[in-house]
């Protein structure tokens, strides 16, 4: 709780079975904050969208 660049990486780990580049980190970072700025959503509840949207991400769909 607190570090919300650690929950991005652990939800890429979790998910996707690798670490994030910078570039997805910073992505990431700015999903959530538009969730919570332009949805008005809860900091936790805009981590739970994330926690959804992960699963949408290409890379998850086609399996090596």
């Known amino acids: 709780p607190g570090d919300l660049q650690g929950q ?3 939800a890429f780990e979790v998910v996707l079975w690798r670490e994030p580049d910078e570039s997805e980190i910073a992505l990431s970072l700015a999903f959530i904050g ?10 936790e509840m805009a981590l739970q969208r994330f926690g959804v949207a992960i ?7 086609y399996l090596d």
């Open 8 to 10: 991005i990486k652990r």
């Open 34 to 43: 538009k969730m919570k700025t332009e949805n008005g959503l809860a900091p």
């Open 55 to 61: 699963f949408s991400f290409n890379e998850f769909f």
